[in-house]
Structures are given as C-alpha cells and as structure tokens.
C-alpha cells in the first residue's frame, strides 16, 4: 500500500522539477527563444515588405498598361464589328459600372449598340419560376414546341431572343412581328427593365455576369438560368459573348457553369476580364470570331485557353455564319 511518505516524496519532487524548468527556461532557454523569435520576426518582415513593394510594381504597371489599353481603344477595336448590331443583356447582379464602357465598346468598333435589357433579381426568384414558365408559354407563337426537358428560363430565354437579336441581317434593325409584347409583358411582371431601342433587333448579344457568385439554397438554379439565357441569345443571333470578371470564372460562377456545360459552352464564348480596357478589346475580338462559327475561352480564370482569340484584320470580312444553335 502507498503510504503517505510516498505522496510526500512525489509531491516534492513535482515541485523540484517545476522550479528546476522554471530556472532553466529563464537562464538558459529564455535568450535562445527570444533571439529565434527576433529573427523569425525580422526575417517575415523583411519577406513583407518585399512582396508590398512587388505589388505596389504590378499595380503600376497593370494601371498604366491598362490607362495605354484605354487611350488606344478605339484604334484597336476600329472597323471590327462594322455592320453589326449589338444588345447587351444584364444578368441579375451586373455591375452597372461596366454599362458605359461597352457601349462606347461597340461603337468605336463600328457596331451599331441597340440597347440595354436588365434581367431583374426576379426573373430568377424560385417563387417566380412558374410564372416565368407560363410567361414564356403564353407568349409562345403557335405551333411553338419547346424541347423535352426545357426548364422555364429555356423557354424565356428563348422568348426573349426572339424578341432582340436575328441571325438574319436582312432583319436587323427591325421589331420581330412574332415577338410582339414580349419585352412589355416581362417588363410589366417586372422581370426586366429596358434602355434603348433593343426590340430593334440585334445580329450579336453580349451577356454581363453577374459581379458575384449567387448565394443560398438556389443558387445553382439561379445560376443555371442566366446559362440559358446565353444559350437563347446565341441561337437566335450571329454570336454572343458572356462577358465578366474573373470571379465569374470561379468556383460558383456563371462563366464557370457555362464552362462545365456540353453544347452551350461549345457555341457561347467567354472573357473574365471586362473589368480591364484590355479585356473589353477581348470581348469584341471574341465577338467577331464568332462571326466565323468559332468561339473560346478567354481570359486569365482558370478555365480560359488564351488571353485573346486570333482575329482576322477588320479589312478582311469574316464568313458569316447562316445561323447558329
């Protein structure tokens, strides 16, 4: 049995071992941890103020690349879109920032700019999704057929296309007698807001992103309708570009879900730096590629290919396409 000599004897010893590190750790280790600790310090402020100065570079060069883009614009862009006409589509969500800058886009490339439609945060409300299935359906021509499986913003999209871009220049310029009361009928259910003339139809459409991935239980879905209003846009018309940010392209992003889509991704071309001057000569460059058929990828996200397509001089006529789909 354990006697209580014992306990003493452990008790004192306990407090021995307790003095014995304490006097150790102020007399022999305490220096050698301070002076690690100082080093460590100096060491990872060095490294710290070295990477502010790396970046404070490559924000000066990317600021004075991009005020150079910004001067030349109109001479890097001039003559490429000559005779087309061109819609923007606001995604719920787009930065408004972004709306000047690809009109005065367009125009400087010789395209005439139609207008603006904004898709609301409405139109891709959940507690919404059927009456904008039964919007679509209703304001369907006769004998429409949608495809099995078409979700309601498949149908819209497709509506709404039909509403503000042809594949048929011929029609340019023109309000599609079979789409008439689409663009009110959504406007007046307050699913989108119209600037411009955009039911005077457009030959190519470009579609902003919204800035910021959707949150919430309905995301996905959410975001998946903005992909099919891309799909609907490119079509109905000659071309269509989804253009964003590199968050876009991210892991939530509308760029991103196009990217993982068969069909749609193969037909609907991408650019995540509209944000930059240099990204939005991009959009325009990806806007007459797909004058030939072609489409792509582009950007800095990681599903982008190259920075830019290769485009073809503005004296020399793309082949147009006779319809796309």
């Known amino acids: 049995m354990i006697d209580f000599r014992y306990h003493l004897v452990s008790i004192v010893a306990i407090f021995l071992a307790l003095t014995v590190g304490i006097v150790l750790g102020s007399t022999v280790l305490e220096p050698t941890f301070f002076k690690s600790a100082e080093e460590m310090t ?36 001039r003559g490429h879109l000559a005779g087309e006409r061109v819609v923007l589509v606001e995604a719920p969500g787009a930065s408004a920032a972004l709306r000047d800058p690809i009109e005065k886009l367009v125009t400087s490339a010789g395209a005439v700019y139609s207008g603006r439609v904004s898709l609301t945060d409405k139109f891709i409300d959940a507690e919404q999704a059927n009456v904008v299935d039964g ?23 497709a509506m709404l296309a039909g509403a503000i871009v042809t594949n048929d220049r011929a029609q340019a310029g023109r309000a ?71 968050t876009a392209s991210g892991t939530g992003g509308v760029i991103a879900a196009l990217h993982d889509t068969g069909g749609v991704a193969s037909a609907v071309s991408t650019v995540d730096t509209v944000d930059f001057a240099a ?46 789909g």
């Open 176 to 246: 599609n007698p079979a789409a008439t009361g689409v663009l009110e009928a959504f406007q007046a259910g307050d699913f989108l807001t119209l600037k411009g003339d955009p039911e005077q139809r457009a030959t190519m459409a470009i579609l902003l992103a919204p800035s910021q991935p959707y949150e919430g239980e309905d995301a996905d879905r959410q975001t998946n309708a903005v992909v099919s209003v891309a799909a609907g846009l490119d079509t109905g018309a000659l071309g269509t570009v989804l253009a964003g940010t590199v």
């Open 135 to 157: 919007l679509a359906v209703n304001l369907a021509p006769a004998g429409t057929v949608f495809p099995d499986g078409a979700t309601p913003y498949d149908k819209a999209a």
């Open 279 to 324: 990204g939005r000569v991009v959009v325009v460059y990806a806007l007459r590629e797909q004058l030939t058929g072609r489409s792509g990828a582009y950007g800095v996200g990681s599903g982008a290919t190259a920075f830019e397509p290769a485009v073809t001089a503005p004296s020399e006529t793309p082949t147009p396409v006779a319809s796309r």
């Open 42 to 77: 100096a060491s990872l402020r060095k490294a710290n103020e070295s990477n502010l100065a790396q970046i404070s570079q490559l924000q000066s060069r990317e600021e004075g690349s991009d005020s150079l883009v910004t001067t030349h614009l109109p001479e890097l862009v």
